[in-house]
């Protein structure tokens, strides 16, 4: 996973790494999410510590 910090789209300040979160979305809202899958989309989420903008990103 790449730790490198990301500009922010809307004013350019360096976002800090906030969190990774596994991705739960699926085709369908009543599928069942299989775990395996779960760990392997991983999200990044940043925050922008100018403009209180949030980033997420697959890791």
């Not at 004013?11 to 809202?29: F, G, I, Q, V, Y």
């Amino acid at each position: 996973m790449s730790k490198a910090k990301i500009a922010c789209p809307k004013c350019n300040t360096l976002m800090n790494h906030h969190a990774d979160k596994p991705d739960r979305r699926t085709e369908s809202s009543s599928q069942q999410v299989d775990a395996d899958i779960e760990l392997a989309n991983i999200m990044q989420v940043h925050f922008c510590p100018g403009c209180g903008n949030t980033e997420v990103r697959s890791a």
